[in-house]
């Protein structure tokens, strides 16, 4: 069955960086764009960052672009969020998810992986 397992996240401090990965498994990854979208505490989701299949286009909310870098290792079935430039209100529960190309439907995710940033 579709797995994907989140990695990475801790503790980062304001201005630093943090990346997190998600494993895929059970289906084509490279047929897939895929996307990130992240829960801060008491907050609905929040729609982070999406990629597309050969990772040559991204897409990232205002709030992160700049800061963060979605990429993708197709062979390695990876994706990852580079998080540059750390901001506190970056603090939540990280969701990697596979889109199947409905606009804004997304429709397996992982279990999630938190960042906390804190000085």
């Known amino acids: 069955q579709v797995q994907l397992v989140e990695s990475g996240g801790g503790l980062g401090q304001p201005g630093g960086s943090l990346r997190v990965s998600c494993a895929a498994s059970g289906f084509t990854f490279s047929n897939y764009y895929m996307t990130w979208v992240r829960q801060a505490p008491g907050k609905g989701l929040d729609w982070v960052s999406a990629i597309n299949i050969g990772g040559d286009k991204t897409w990232y909310a205002e709030s992160v672009k700049g800061r963060f870098t979605i990429s993708r290792d197709n062979a390695k079935n990876t994706l990852y969020l580079q998080m540059n430039s750390l901001r506190t209100e970056d603090t939540a529960l990280y969701y990697c998810?596979?889109?199947?190309?409905?606009?804004?439907?997304?429709?397996?995710w992982g279990q999630g992986t938190q960042v906390t940033v804190s000085s």
């Open positions: 998810a596979r889109d199947p190309g409905k606009p804004w439907y997304f429709d397996s």
